[in-house]
C-alpha cells in the first residue's frame, strides 16, 4: 500500500475552480489504478473520477465535463482539476489506490486512502 497524501482544497464560490493534488510514495505509482472518492457531511463516500495505469479515465455523471483526472507518473502525483464548481461539491475529497496493471476502475477495487482535503463551495 502507498501512503496518500493529498492537497489543494479550500474555499470557493459556486463557479470557481480548484485543483487537487494526491502526492503518492512507498511504491510504483505508474503500476496502479487511482481514484478520487469524496465524502459529504452525513452522507456515505462517494466515488468521483478514476484512472487507470494507462490513463484511461472514468468520471460520475455529476461531475462529467467539469472535473479532469490526471497523472504524473514521473512525479508521482494524481491531479483534480474542478471547474465550475456547484456547492453540492463540498465534501472532504479522498484519493485512493486500486489494482496494479489494472484498467478495472470499479469503485470496489479501490482502498488505502488518504487522510482527504475539504472542499467548500459557496453559493
Known amino acids: 500500500q502507498m501512503r496518500l497524501v493529498e492537497s489543494g482544497g479550500g474555499a470557493v464560490q459556486a463557479g470557481g475552480s480548484l485543483s487537487l493534488s494526491c502526492a503518492a510514495s512507498g511504491g510504483i505509482f505508474a503500476r496502479y489504478a487511482m481514484a478520487w472518492f469524496r465524502q459529504a457531511p452525513g452522507k456515505e463516500r462517494e466515488f468521483v473520477s478514476a484512472i487507470s495505469w494507462v490513463s484511461y479515465t472514468y468520471y460520475v455523471d455529476s461531475v462529467k465535463g467539469r472535473f479532469t483526472i490526471s497523472r504524473d507518473n514521473a512525479k508521482n502525483t494524481l491531479s483534480l482539476r474542478m471547474n465550475s464548481l456547484k456547492p453540492e461539491d463540498t465534501a472532504v475529497y479522498y484519493c485512493?489506490?486500486?489494482?496494479?496493471?489494472?484498467?478495472?476502475?470499479?469503485?470496489?477495487?479501490?482502498?488505502?486512502w488518504g487522510q482527504g482535503t475539504q472542499v467548500t463551495v459557496s453559493s
Open positions: 485512493a489506490q486500486g489494482l496494479p496493471y489494472s484498467n478495472d476502475l470499479r469503485p470496489e477495487t479501490f482502498g488505502s
